[in-house]
């Protein structure tokens, strides 16, 4: 899980966002480098593209996020899961 991302260092990039993501975005293996390009590009319906693919990846993210801290709550180890979470988060930072 990898949330929202930097996109500066990815130039050519092969990678996807996140290998454990069920999103669209992360599913059609979209790379970095891909999504990087439409970013920087001049081009109104590619920046657009990029805004697009983004987002769904985001809402996702925050959206899994919501489901496993509800499912944490209801079984008690809301604590841990929140200690977990952010360990893992800022690590990736
Ligand atoms: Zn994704």
Same mark, same amino acid.
């Not at 990678?15 to 390009?37: A, M, N, Q, V």
């Not at 987002?55 to 996702?60: C, G, Q, T």
């Not at 944490?72 to 988060?89: G, M, P, Q, R, V």
């Given at each position: ?5 930097? !996109?500066? @260092?990815?130039? #050519? &990039? #092969? *990678? ?5 993501? #069920?999103?669209? +975005? ?7 480098? *891909?999504?990087?390009? !439409?970013?920087? &590009?001049?081009?109104? +319906?590619? &920046?657009?593209?990029? %805004? ?6 985001? !809402?996702? %993210?925050?959206?899994? !996020? +919501? ?7 209801? #079984?008690? +180890? %809301? @604590?841990?899961? @929140?200690?977990? %979470?952010?360990? &893992? ?5």
């Amino acid at each position: 899980m990898h949330g929202p991302i930097n !996109l500066s @260092k990815y130039r #050519d &990039s #092969d *990678e996807i966002i996140d290998e454990g993501c #069920d999103c669209p +975005t992360c599913l059609s293996h979209i790379t970095l480098g *891909e999504l990087r390009r !439409l970013w920087k &590009s001049q081009d109104r +319906t590619e &920046s657009a593209k990029y %805004f697009e693919l983004a987002s769904i990846h985001n !809402l996702r %993210f925050i959206i899994r !996020l +919501t489901e496993q801290a509800r499912q944490a709550i209801l #079984d008690s +180890t %809301f @604590k841990e899961f @929140k200690e977990s %979470f952010l360990n &893992s988060y800022y690590k990736n930072k």
